[in-house]
């Protein structure tokens, strides 16, 4: 990927996180201080760490499960992971999430 399409794919990637808001109306995602880490590779593959505020609730499960959905239907993106951080069973919730 050239560095323009690199910076492009990022742009995107940080228009979803602004607007993409919490189920509970904490507000976006970059508001809430839910996502704490992310990193994009230049091959389109994502990687990111939340630390949900509401710990085994089914809605934000969906929801995270929508925003992964939402990340691949970019043709640039190959691959969304997400991990959990901050919870008991964080590992469950990854493996829902990412199947």
Not at 13 to 24: L, R
Not at 41 to 54: D, F, L, T, V, W
Request: hydrophobic share 35%.
């Amino acid at each position: 990927m050239s560095a323009r399409s690199y910076a492009k794919l990022q742009r995107q990637v940080a228009e979803v996180f602004a607007n993409w808001q919490d189920p509970h109306g904490r507000g976006s995602l970059n508001e809430n201080g839910d996502l704490k880490g992310i990193e994009i590779s230049e091959s389109g593959q994502i990687r990111m760490a939340i630390n949900p505020a509401h710990p085994h609730c089914p809605c934000c499960l969906i929801d995270l499960r929508d925003l992964r959905n939402t990340l691949l239907k970019n043709k640039k993106i190959s691959s969304v992971e997400i991990n959990i951080i901050g919870i008991p069973a964080n590992n469950r919730w990854a493996n829902a999430i990412n199947e």
